[in-house]
Structures are given as C-alpha cells and as structure tokens.
C-alpha cells in the first residue's frame, strides 16, 4: 500500500480546493489534490459555468427569435429559430471541457500532485484515498478541506427522473414544455429565465410572497417585470407539496390547493455544506451548526487543519473559496494573513442582471443615489435601459465614505468588481465623481450615481 507524506493535502478540486493547492505549489510546499470527480467542482463542472453558458444560449436564442417576429435595430429573420437541446448541452459541455483542462495545466505547472479518488479521513491526519489503482494513505503536515457542497432536496421531493436539481437540468438532452421550478432564489430564476427563453413553460413556486426575497424590491421589480413578459408565471406564498401522474401538488396561502403539470420539477431550494461519507466525523473538528467553524484564518479547532468555501458558511460564492484557499496556502508557506473582506460581490444572472456589494439600504445615517440607466447613452445602444434599471449607491451622510452598491440591469454583472473596489477600499463620493469615465461605457452610471449623492448628477 503507497503512503504519502507531503507538506498539504487538499481534499476538493473546486474553485476553493484547485486555488489553494495552486498557490500552494508556487509557494514551493509539496502539495497532494484529491478530487473523486473532474477538476473545478460544482462551479466549473455543475454550476457556474454551466449554467451561464446555458443563458448565454438562452439569449442568444431569444434575440433571434425577436427578430424573426419582428425588426430588432432594423434587423428581420423570414423564419423562427429552432433550439436543439443536445447541441446546446454539447456547446456549454465544450466550455466545461476547456476550463476543465486549464485547471489540470495550472495544477500540473504548480507541481501539484493529482489523485483521482474518493478520500475518507481516519482521523484529521490520515486519510485513505480510494483510486483506480488502489488504495492510498496521505499523511499529510497540513490539511485544507475544500469539499463544497451539494443541492438540497425536500423532504416530500426526492430527486428522481421528474424531480431535478440544477445538476440535471444543466444536462437536459431535450426541452421540457412544462417546468416547474421550486424556489425562487437566484438559482431557480436564473435557470428558470434561460428555460422560458428556449421555449419551455415555466411556472415558478415561491414560499416566501415575492420572488428573489434575499434582495430589496426596488431591485427585483425590474426582473419580475421581465420574467411575466416571457410568459413565466408565479405562484408565491406557496408550498410545494408532492408530486403525482398529474403533476405537482401545491399548497397557495389560505389553504387554497393547486396542481400544476409539469414534465420535470427543478427543485433549487439552496445547497448543503458537503460533509458527509469523507470522514468529517473522525476529525475532531468544531462545527458551527451544519458548516465547520474556523477562525478569521479559515483554521479549524484541529492544528493544522484548515476549511475552506461553502463549508464553512455564508456567502456559498465561489470567488469567497477561491480568496480563501489562496489565504491558506499563504498562511502554510508563513506569511501573515486573515479573511476579513470589506464586502464580497453577488451576482444574480438572471436577466435583467442583479448586482449587490456591501450593505442595503435602510441603515441609519446613510444617503441613497440612483441613477437610471435609462439615462445612459451605452444603455440604450445595447438595449440595457429597458425595465427600469439603475445603479444605486448607498454612502455615509456625513462621510461620503460608499458602504454599499446595488445595479440591476442588463450586463451590469461586468461592474461588479468596480463598486468592490470602491467599498474595500474606503472610497468616498468625491473619489468616483473626479475619476473621468470612459464614454459610452455603463461604467458611467455609477459615475453619475455619485455626482447625484454629491447633489449634482449632470444627466439626470
């Protein structure tokens, strides 16, 4: 039986896992990565990119259709598009492919080792990975779990060949007419949008009385308004209940029961933090309810056993992982480090776009600023105006120090980094209103929104 003894064993090959045992390597440690599926985790392979390449689709799709109902900047089609699932699902799997390549190069440049295999703690030193080629025991100095998560089910819901999570309904060979999608956070929109534009009828159920309830509603007005010009219909207040030959049962508020039918149900209800069958139970590590508590070092209440991303709590983002793992790595090889962001972004793909950094708003002693984009010029050549977006920062009365910044709107997920950088490092007012913005570029909005904090917006 092979036994290894390297500097880090890092068990997870996702945007958390592959990260830290990257800059590991380029910090000279000798690194093992075990990953029981492909390279880059439920981000690259099941989510994030997969899911994005599917609204890209999705858009692509809708854009043509609109011009073969009609002119679109002077442009007709004489016919309708036709979306073939496979095909699509054969493209968005191409893009998986590539960045799952491109992680393997990095790993393998950094001098990583690779083991494909499933990895089960003894106890928080030991761990047996189970391979093609047998079993191999790491006895690693350090430990950094980065196993992510995994979609949650209801309890009167289990997953089947109806009953879906998002895994399955980003692998669809063909086009469900009927979808319903349970729960309306930001992944149920975000997949339910990209079905309603390929053609599906999609209905979505929400306990809570609006959709996308994590976000304020001057922010989710516009999307909602949106999503019913598709045809997408809600059903909130409501309770999935089960699911039978003539559909999905649904309780509304009042008692009031429906049953809605459907060729597949996308259940999309949240994620779990995946701590079962790697031996979590044998680490003698702290837990902080379901995720495993760390301190502002993301190490654990075992020495030298580090946890990183959705396992250890909100946001579930893949780039909170990523800036966690590289932490680690730097805090293994002796520099000194913490995790203490001023604001971590979100983003929202739905169409239109939703972006929040910071705080809300509503917080005392604080100044609101929008700005429509309606009233900007690149806005309106791409068609980003329509629905009533806006970019809105929240700032300090007194200070002028930005605390927050939210944007809904087509595209406005680019700028994300832009209104991050502007509150980690304590920009105020004064500081956007005297850079000068490139024009035509969305990017001036958030100029403007800052003017119209200082009380003289130039057009609006």
């Known amino acids: 039986m092979t036994e290894l003894f390297p500097k880090v064993l890092v068990i997870g090959g996702g945007p958390g896992g592959y990260v ?61 598009p036709k979306a073939d699932m496979a095909d699509v699902i054969a493209w968005k799997d191409g893009v998986v492919d590539k ?32 391979t093609p080629d047998g079993t191999i025991i790491i006895r690693p100095e350090h430990v950094i779990l980065a196993t992510g998560s995994k979609p949650v089910a209801l309890p009167n819901l289990a997953f089947d060949s109806t009953v879906i999570s998002s895994t399955e309904a980003l692998s669809l060979n063909s086009l469900p007419n ?40 001057k922010l989710v007005a516009p999307v909602k308004k949106a999503f019913e010009s598709k045809g997408v219909n809600f059903k909130l207040s409501a309770k999935a209940e089960a699911i039978s030959e003539d559909g999905l049962s649904i309780t509304m508020e009042g008692g009031h029961h429906e049953i809605l039918a459907a060729d597949k149900v996308l259940v999309t209800v949240g994620r779990a933090p995946l701590t079962e069958g790697w031996g979590l139970e044998e680490m003698a590590v702290k837990m902080d309810g379901r995720f495993v508590a760390v301190d502002e070092q993301c190490a654990t209440s075992s020495r030298n056993v580090w946890a990183i991303g959705d396992l250890v709590g909100e946001p579930m983002l893949a780039h909170k992982a990523s800036a966690q793992g590289e932490m680690v790595a730097e805090i293994i090889a002796g520099k000194r ?22 705080i809300g708003p509503g917080a005392h002693e604080t100044t609101e600023s929008v700005f429509p984009l309606a009233a900007n010029g690149r806005a309106l050549t ?62 001036e909005a958030f100029h403007e929104a800052a003017l119209q904090g200082l009380g003289h917006a130039i057009h609006v």
């Open 20 to 80: 830290a045992a990257i800059r590991c390597g380029q910090l000279g440690l000798d690194t093992v990565l075990v990953e029981a599926d492909r390279l880059g985790g439920t981000c690259l392979i099941r989510g994030c990119i997969p899911s994005k390449s599917m609204i890209e689709a999705a858009d692509k799709y809708d854009l043509i259709a609109k011009a073969a109902k009609g002119l679109i900047h002077g442009i007709s089609l004489e016919a309708s």
């Open 99 to 130: 960045l799952n390549g491109g992680v393997t190069s990095l790993l393998r440049r950094a001098k990583v080792k690779i083991l494909h295999g499933w990895g089960r703690f003894s106890d928080a030193k030991t761990c047996h990975v189970d």
């Open 178 to 217: 009927r979808l319903v999608v349970v729960g309306a956070g930001y992944i149920g929109m975000e997949l339910g949008g990209a079905f309603a534009k390929l053609g599906s009828n999609v209905t979505i159920v929400e306990a809570a009385d609006r959709i996308l309830p994590q976000y304020d509603e």
């Open 337 to 358: 480090r913490r995790f203490d962001p001023v604001a971590i972004p979100s983003v929202c793909y739905t169409d239109p776009e939703i972006v929040c950094v910071g």
């Open 382 to 443: 791409m068609g980003a105006d329509e629905g009533g977006g806006f970019i809105r920062i929240i700032s300090e009365k007194h200070s002028h120090r930005i605390l927050g910044v939210q944007a809904v709107g087509r595209h406005v997920s680019e700028l994300s980094a832009t209104f991050t950088h502007a509150i980690e490092n304590g920009l105020v007012l004064e500081d956007v209103a005297g850079v000068i913005h490139a024009h035509p570029t969305l990017s």
